[in-house]
């Protein structure tokens, strides 16, 4: 079975003969007062298996999850080592070479990062043996035994763990498959004190056998969020422990993969190893916590240095806190379109990053610590939590542009005119299985059509082509959708999140497929690079975001799904509304607007100027939306 991203982490003690390099830089705590020498070094192994040779799919995903978590932990100090696509010979290699160079020193902090396929082999006595899948290994159900020649059993990874010298280790695996070298679920252990001086080895995997992981991990996005916060940190002691980051990836996956995936956790099944409590630092330069009443730092932007108590803040949309380079929250006063000024003396409502916690207080800046404003801007990225949901936006600054073409393939009812649109924000991916069936679940709707029992488009009860083509990832857009199950999707997600969803407009989706740009198609005049159409699709959807945006961060505007929009569709529609400001048109006419090509689609019809339209009863497979959002 697919299940993606393999996440080994493994963190080693050893000596640091070059202390300025990354990776090399002790690292200490402060413990009743006194510093206390944790790790000397920090290396970081990561295995990023993503382009199969043997049957298995491919997992483009892993690529970004191995970039995202480097980033990750090279901001936590981690000299981190990468390799990509491996045999089992190359993976067995991969982790000796790195021991040998690493793990022979018991004062190093080491992290591997496996991310691929997993799955679970069932023996005929009724056990269960869970594998790491490399590249080149066939389908088990057509070859086991050459399956499991060609993959890494969990006892291997055993072997790895108890051939370190090093004190700390811990594994994460981003993959469900079974295994039995650790227990699940082990208790709260003791002070940071005795969690420092006891060996350890940890695993955590981002699901249990049989469950199935998206390409694009929320694994992987939960861990990252863990790394670079304080949320997973349960006693707010400065430290996340192994322990309490397994609790934390474990509700929060649950949580955002609606109880898809059940990550696990726990420690070795070995006497010796199973005591300590493998610790990340979270605040580097105040671990040692005091009753003292906080000093006077500098609030800064760039170089303007504004003294802490007398601060402004010009902006358009709004700013998040940092304390030195650790984010603290988002200033939640400053919505408005226009540039306002707002002192951010006394008391302030803030967000925490990653939770959809609010808090009310004063900023604090501790001794030695900088706090500075980020300012976002127009045709920034940000991302909406409320309610559990995990939807990426891109805000689009207004403007003037020409809309239609007069490309050699353009029809008749793309004539180029000049329309002005408006300040919006819009949808970097199209809408996704998983997002929509929380709305399907939730409302226990009737929506959509090809739910109901008999429809040819019914996931449940659908054929296994369609299955096949287009329901196996949860992260591939959603299809079958009429026009009326996306108004139904935006008013559910308005009424959810207090915001103004809607499908966008005509010139909307085009102002926003160009991207600023005078492409062909939405990023690029090779369709190729931006788009899965019917020369490249093999006959069906892919997970969203493959293929590279378009030149506002947007993604598969181009090919995947058509989208809907919010306009009825006339053919004549554009001689009446050049040099218009916000143009729509919802008067007469029975079919909606389609935008953007499809799976199925020829090129031409996939250019960014194409205009397309349907029933909106219609309920096609190669059909799909992105919502709009103004406030």
């Not at 350890?200 to 929320?218: H, L, M, W, Y």
């Not at 915001?499 to 005049?525: F, H, I, M, Q, V």
Request: contains cysteine.
């Amino acid at each position: 079975m697919k299940t993606k991203t393999l996440l080994f982490l493994f963190i080693f003690i050893s000596s640091g003969l070059f202390a300025q390099q990354r990776g090399l830089k002790p690292v200490s705590i402060k413990i009743k007062g006194k510093q206390v020498k944790l790790y000397e070094q920090s290396h970081a192994l990561l295995i990023g298996n993503s382009n199969y040779t043997n049957g298995w799919n491919n997992l483009p995903g892993v690529r970004e999850d191995i970039k995202e978590v480097k980033e990750a932990l090279e901001k936590n100090d981690f000299n981190v080592i990468v390799k990509q696509n491996l045999t089992k010979t190359q993976t067995d290699k991969a982790f000796s070479d790195f021991i040998k160079k690493y793990g022979d020193n018991e004062n190093n902090r080491l992290l591997f990062y496996c991310a691929g396929h997993g799955y679970t082999v069932k023996s005929k006595y009724g056990g269960e043996v869970g594998y790491l899948v490399s590249i080149d290994a066939p389908n088990p159900n057509k070859d086991k035994a050459e399956f499991q020649a060609k993959s890494i059993e969990m006892s291997q990874i055993e072997i790895y763990a108890e051939r370190i010298d090093s004190k700390h280790a811990i594994f994460f695996f981003d993959a469900c498959f079974a295994g039995s070298i650790f227990a699940m679920r082990d208790p709260v252990p003791a002070i940071i004190s005795y969690k420092t001086k006891k060996p350890v080895r940890q695993f955590i995997t981002s699901g249990s056998a049989n469950e199935t992981v998206p390409d694009k991990s929320i694994f992987r996005e939960q861990f990252v969020i863990a790394l670079t916060s304080n949320n997973a940190d349960a006693n707010k002691d400065g430290y996340m422990t192994g322990t309490e980051l397994g609790k934390f990836l474990q509700d929060n996956v649950v949580n955002y993969s609606y109880e898809n995936q059940h990550p696990q956790y726990g420690k070795i099944r070995n006497k010796f190893l199973d005591k300590g409590d493998f610790v990340f630092l979270i605040n580097k330069k105040n671990t040692d916590y005091t009753n003292e009443e906080p000093k006077t730092g500098g609030l800064k932007k760039g170089k303007t240095v504004y003294k802490y108590g007398d601060i402004s803040i010009n902006t358009e949309i709004g700013g998040k806190i940092y304390l030195d380079d650790k984010y603290m929250g988002t200033i939640e006063e400053n919505t408005s379109d226009n540039i306002l000024e707002k002192q951010l003396t006394g008391s302030h409502t803030y967000k925490i990053v990653g939770t959809d916690e609010t808090k009310t207080g004063n900023i604090t800046v501790y001794e030695n610590q900088t706090a500075y404003i980020e300012i976002k801007s127009k045709n920034d990225d940000f991302t909406v939590t409320e309610a559990g949901l995990n939807i990426k936006m891109r805000r689009i600054k207004g403007g003037t542009f020409t809309m239609g073409s007069n490309d050699s393939n353009a029809d008749s009812d793309e004539t180029p005119h000049t329309v002005t649109v408006s300040n919006f924000a819009i949808m970097k991916y199209e809408v996704t299985i998983e997002q929509y069936m929380k709305f399907v679940n939730a409302t226990n709707s009737n929506y959509p059509e090809w739910l109901e029992s008999g429809s040819q488009y019914n996931i449940k009860t659908g054929t296994d082509d369609y299955y096949k083509k287009h329901v196996d990832d949860y992260s591939k857009p959603i299809v079958g959708v009429s026009w009326h199950n996306a108004v139904a999707y935006a008013k559910w997600l308005s009424k959810k999140t207090g915001k103004n969803w809607r499908l966008p407009t005509e010139a909307e989706w085009e102002y926003a497929a160009k991207g600023g740009e005078n492409y062909k198609y939405a990023g690029s005049d090779n369709i190729e690079s931006i788009a899965w159409y019917s020369g490249n699709s093999d006959s069906g959807t892919h997970p969203v975001g493959q293929k590279s945006p378009n030149g506002y961060g947007l993604y598969d505007m181009t090919g995947n799904v058509r989208e809907w929009c919010q306009d009825v569709y006339t053919s004549d529609f554009y001689s009446e509304s050049k040099n218009a400001t916000n143009p729509i048109y919802e008067e007469s006419g029975s079919n909606r607007v389609i935008r953007g090509g499809s799976w199925d689609g020829h090129s031409e019809y996939c250019r960014s100027a194409n205009r397309s339209n349907r029933t909106p009863s219609n309920s096609d497979d190669n059909i799909g939306f992105r919502l709009a959002e103004t406030n």
